[in-house]
């Protein structure tokens, strides 16, 4: 199992940007690669699930999301997804009130179905492309999140 972690600051209170970060209808716009929600059942709290694509490595990998989490804490919000399918992966989103903004804490992993030839090419490859697709999501997010 492989682990990607990446911090962001969001000049918007922690309210709206947990709000409309965690409605699985939204997710496409910002979440890069992400279709748009199929056989949906829920509004992203716990037990919403979801089907997607995932467009990752040249072609659309079918997803299923589970909400396992989706609450407050002391100072803002925890968010936690089960990823099934293309590959497999468990996700946090910490959504935390830091001066008059929101910052998010992710947390991803995942695991790659195949051989051990695999997971050499993750080692070398995917682990990178992984990275920079959760930087850009995480960039997507905070822009729309500051726009008016």
Known sequence: MWNVKKTVFIDRR??????????????YQWYAGLSEAE???????????VDLKYFFFGKNQAVHVL??????????????GLVTGAFDATQTWNYLSKEQGTEIHFEMNYELH?????????KLYIKKLMCNSVEQTL???KAISESD
């Open 114 to 122: 195949g051989s051990i030839l695999g997971k050499v090419v993750n």
């Open 39 to 49: 056989n949906l059942l829920g509004k992203g709290g716990k037990g919403t699930s």
């Open 14 to 27: 922690v309210g709206e940007v947990h709000q409309f970060a965690t409605n699985p209808t939204h997710w």
């Open 139 to 141: 960039q997507n997010l």
């Open 67 to 80: 909400v396992e989490e989706n609450a407050p804490v002391d100072n803002g919000y925890v968010w936690r």
